[in-house]
């Protein structure tokens, strides 16, 4: 398996706290990417890096902010919790020297209460 | 218009039944393509790669258009199994972007 690890794995936290959510890769890839997943909706982009410090926005990016200070860590912070934003969070990277395939992580269950 | 469209079904098929899902691409300019198996409460995980010439893996079979910018799969002789969430990824080639369809349900019923 693809080394890519989410931390935490599940979170409750309250409204209007904020929340930081984090990818680790080992595998040196170009491309990060942070998706939730809700019923009904599938994988929506939040925002993607392609590279240290380059990231861009996704169709859902409103209330949340990433930083890629190094190409190993994509953090995803929810900069003031709301309800809507309890969802399953995935980080996936992409991007190797030769492999184009994505890859997963195991996604983090968070719930706003 | 999304980069990457795949009808969210649900496909509801009955065992033994051969279902086909498509998925349709914006940029011509993509060069590698996959499909996705996602289990519920759980991570996607490749199912295969699709190839010009269309390829094979058991009751597997992907095809892709280029004229046409789609590709689809096809299952035969579905298995409960098969209940999965099937997602078309598409990647620009080389290092660059991938990006992901929302995916299509499926359900197979004994």
């Known amino acids: 398996d693809a080394g890519i690890t989410q931390s935490p794995r599940h979170k409750v936290t309250e409204t209007g706290t904020p929340v930081t959510l984090r990818c680790h890769q080992t595998e040196n890839h170009r491309y990060m990417y942070w998706y939730r997943q809700d019923p009904g909706h599938g994988l929506r982009l939040i925002h993607y890096?392609?590279?240290?410090?380059?990231?861009d926005k996704g169709e859902v990016s409103d209330g949340y902010s990433v930083s890629r200070s190094k190409t190993e860590d994509f953090l995803l912070t929810l900069e003031s919790a709301t309800s809507s934003q309890t969802s399953v969070y995935f980080c996936?990277?992409?991007?190797?020297?030769?492999?184009?395939?994505?890859?997963f992580g195991q996604g983090t269950r968070l719930t706003v209460v | 218009r999304k980069e990457v469209e795949q009808d969210p079904g649900p496909f509801n098929v009955p065992e033994g039944a051969t279902v086909a899902f498509n998925c349709t691409y914006s940029?011509?300019?993509?060069?590698?393509f996959f499909w996705y198996r996602q289990d519920c409460r759980k991570e996607p995980k490749l199912l295969m790669s699709?190839?010009?010439s269309g390829n094979e893996d058991g009751r597997f079979t992907a095809q892709l258009n280029r004229a046409s910018q789609y590709i689809s799969l096809l299952i035969r002789d579905s298995k409960l199994s098969d209940s999965a969430t099937y997602l078309c990824?598409?990647?620009?080639?080389?290092?660059?972007?991938?990006?992901f369809g929302a995916g299509t349900r499926l359900f197979v019923k004994a």
């Open positions: 940029n011509s300019a993509s060069q590698s």
């Open positions: 990824v598409v990647n620009l080639g080389g290092g660059f972007k991938t990006i």
């Open positions: 996936a990277i992409s991007g190797g020297t030769q492999d184009t395939e994505a890859f």
């Open positions: 890096s392609y590279g240290v410090k380059d990231t």
């Open positions: 699709v190839y010009s």
